[in-house]
Structure formats: structure tokens, C-alpha cells
């Protein structure tokens, strides 16, 4: 069963406007971690955010933030004021605790951002 | 500054040739990981270290090898049993307590291997 679910293969945001790329997880520990992370064109992962599945309040960095609702299991990104440079890929991804290394990562929303 | 640093970036691979992937990390980082990234999709665990001379398969170790030698360098051998080998490869590090679940994993820059 796939435990990272990004239904958006793509979107498009006007410059200046927020967008939400959608994140849904599945899990069944009680402690675990959510990440996104930014893939620009030249391929590097940068780290955008965090959310840990104990936090109370959503994350925020920046212009980004983390729309957590932890009873629907979803995890969504949202980028307010999006800017050309925020044109990129972007993976959502979970890592569970209890020894497992692994972040699990989804398939990717590619956003293009239009000026 | 600190970070992660692959080589080369672009890798030419004959049939029948290992070929080694280079990862060297300046973060202190005790655990080091290898993914391979296909177009259109996410990453995909080989091969990953915890600590210096000890790793562990990931979900796509097969045709793969790896060694931890030294905490600062994780390289990864493509051998030739590994029929398709055309993909982008990201190296990975993070922090000491490698059980903590919000530690993130901080990647380089990649390696684009293709098949000559």
C-alpha cells in the first residue's frame, strides 16, 4: 500500500497567489514525522518543512506552512505569494520511528508558477 | 560550507562495467543514504548507514553496493548486475539520533547516470 499519496502530478498558481499541494499519508504508528521538500530543475532536494505528528500547532517557515490534520492523515503545503522561483517539483514525505530509517517519499507535484 | 558533495555530477556506464558513485559529507552526520530518483517519480531507498562499517538494504539494494569506511564518505558501486541503471542518484545525511523522526534528511546535488 503506497504510504505517501500526492494527487497532483501538476499545478499552476498566478505569481502572488497561495498555493495548496496536497499530501495524504498512511500510517499506523503514533509517532512519526512529515517533510517536504523543494526539487528544482537542476535536481537538488532542498528541505522546505517539517511537522511532527505530535505538534500541536501546524509548522510554518517562511512563506511556507503545513496544513495538518492529523485525523484525516493529510499534510498539505501551502506557499503564499508564490514567486517564478517556487516553480519546481516538490515531495512530500514520512518517516515513522521505531528503528525504521527510511523517508518514504510520494511521487511529486510539479507547480509552475506563471507570472 | 557545510554540506554534501556527489561526483561526478554526469556518469557513463558500458554494459558490463561497476561504476562507483562518490558522496562525501563535511555535516558530521552519522547516518548517510542512497536514493535513486526514475523520471516522473519519487525517491527510492538502495542503501543506507547508520554508522561507520555497518549498512542496511533499503527497498532496491539488488545490482548495488556500498561501503562506510569513514563517517565523511557513503560511495555507492553500480555493478553490472544492475540492468537498468539509467537514473538520477541523490545521496542523503542526517543528524546523529537517527531515530528521532524530525531530523531531515539533507541531500547533494546528484549524479544523472546513463547507459552508454
Known amino acids: 500500500a503506497q504510504k505517501i499519496t500526492q494527487t497532483q502530478p501538476g499545478m499552476f498558481v498566478q505569481e502572488k497567489e497561495a498555493v495548496t499541494l496536497d499530501c495524504t499519508y498512511d500510517?499506523?504508528?503514533?509517532?512519526?514525522?512529515l517533510f517536504w521538500y523543494k526539487q528544482p530543475s537542476s535536481g537538488e532536494m532542498i528541505f522546505l518543512i517539517y511537522?511532527?505528528?505530535?505538534?500541536?500547532q501546524n509548522a510554518t517557515e517562511g512563506r511556507y506552512s503545513l496544513n495538518f490534520q492529523k485525523a484525516r492523515k493529510s499534510a498539505n503545503l501551502v506557499i503564499s505569494a508564490s514567486q517564478l522561483g517556487d516553480s519546481a517539483m516538490y515531495f512530500c514525505?514520512?518517516?515513522?520511528?521505531?528503528?525504521?530509517?527510511?523517508?518514504?517519499f510520494g511521487k511529486g507535484t510539479k507547480l509552475t508558477v506563471n507570472p | 560550507d557545510g554540506g554534501i558533495t556527489q561526483s561526478p555530477k554526469y556518469l557513463f556506464r558500458k554494459e558490463g562495467q561497476n561504476v562507483t558513485l562518490s558522496c562525501e559529507q563535511n555535516?558530521?552526520?552519522?547516518?548517510m543514504y542512497w536514493y535513486r530518483q526514475d523520471p516522473g517519480q519519487g525517491l527510492r531507498l538502495i542503501y543506507y548507514?547508520?554508522?561507520?562499517?555497518?549498512?542496511q538494504k533499503g527497498d532496491i539494494a539488488e545490482g548495488y553496493s556500498v561501503s562506510r569506511e569513514k563517517k565523511e564518505s557513503f560511495p555507492l558501486t553500480v555493478t553490472s548486475a544492475q540492468k537498468n541503471p539509467t537514473a538520477f542518484y541523490l545521496c542523503?545525511?542526517?543528524?546523529?539520533?537517527?531515530?528521532?523522526?524530525?531530523?531531515?534528511?539533507?541531500f547533494g546535488d546528484g549524479t544523472r547516470l546513463s547507459i552508454l
Open positions: 514525505a514520512m518517516r515513522e520511528w521505531g528503528g525504521s530509517e527510511k523517508l518514504v
Open positions: 511537522q511532527g505528528s505530535y505538534d500541536e
Open positions: 542523503a545525511s542526517s543528524a546523529d539520533d537517527s531515530r528521532a523522526v524530525n531530523q531531515p534528511q539533507h
Open positions: 555535516l558530521n552526520h552519522d547516518a
Open positions: 500510517t499506523s504508528d503514533q509517532s512519526y514525522g
Open positions: 548507514s547508520q554508522i561507520v562499517n555497518d549498512f
